[in-house]
């Protein structure tokens, strides 16, 4: 990036169609990305001791000096709160030079489409962030775990870098293989409703839940690897069921990929309404209002299967349905209907 250019990259929010607390564990997964998403651009300054950063979002700018340390205590004192994901990706970019930046946004904050990831890999390209691929997606994964302070898996950073028009992606989050799987877009589509309830990885018990799937690894050896029989015999019950969908949904994911390839979409939503069974009763990261919702959705016709998608306690419910039934009956609930896009760019 030469001295005074100035660079413009566009990073996409992403919806998890299946496989939620899965990649932490070093299991599977399989988002796809979605045409809402950050754009963010930043005019260098050779003088500047520090990035001054504004937001579509919010009302109020930060200012982050370039040599904030890489240190969560550190970037929890970065007022306003916004701007510790960019300070976060400042620390672990390391900018030459200050300089002005611009964040611009259509992706709901707190509901589920990755805003938080969608932000880091966008502002790191804008920086001049040098990593491609799964290298990039490293690097942002290691921003929000800096700015939440939070141990949060690899799916939402990696899904961004990697997306593929018409295209989910099943990833495997132990190696960061990608495998994409295309969308019969003809067929079935897509609609992310939102619950109302708004929530923050770092005030939730995300991290509760890692380490309880930590010590299940710890009890049997890594989760993907783990068969049901081996869950059946931890005697924690909480443990027990916290690793019982892990190991469910592992399986679910890969059936879902093999599903959406033969088109068998009725058995593909059945797996959907089993991985929300499963997030709200063993991993217990539902909550009412998305409990409500699903069971609203999975009720309609045409609605082949519905889950909640993200990290839970609020956020977004997922329906796979036959295209264009649920327009009318969603009304003014605020829903998107979403089709699989590209992935993070500088513009």
Known sequence: MST?????????G???????????????????????????SFQPDPSAPAIEVTSSLEGEPGRIPLSIPAQPLELAMVLPEWARYVGAVVAVVRPTSGGKAEVSSDLPVGAGLSSSAALEVALALALGAEETGRELALTCQRAEQLATGVKTGILDQLAIVSGRAGHAMLLDCGTL?????????DELEFVVVDSGVRRSVS??????????????????GPLRHVSPRQVDGIADHVIRR????????NARVLAFA???????????GRLLDESHRSLAIDFEVSVPELDELVTWLQGLPGVL???????GFGGCALALARPG??????GTRRHWVVAPGGGARRC
């Open 203 to 220: 005030e939730t018990a995300y991290g509760l839940r890692e380490a309880e799937c930590a010590e299940a690894a710890r009890l049997l």
């Open 177 to 185: 293989g990608v495998r994409y799987v295309e969308v019969p877009t």
């Open 4 to 12: 005074g250019e100035r660079v413009v990259a566009f990073a996409p």
């Open 305 to 311: 299967g519905a889950r909640l998608t993200g990290a």
């Open 325 to 330: 039934v649920l327009g009318r009956r969603l």
């Open 14 to 40: 992403r919806v998890n169609l299946i496989g939620d607390h899965t990649d932490y564990t070093g299991g599977f997964a399989m988002p796809m990305t979605v045409g809402l998403g950050t754009e963010a």
């Open 258 to 268: 093999g599903m959406l390839e033969r088109a068998e979409l009725e058995e593909a």
């Open 242 to 249: 916290r690793a019982r969908h892990v190991v469910s949904e």
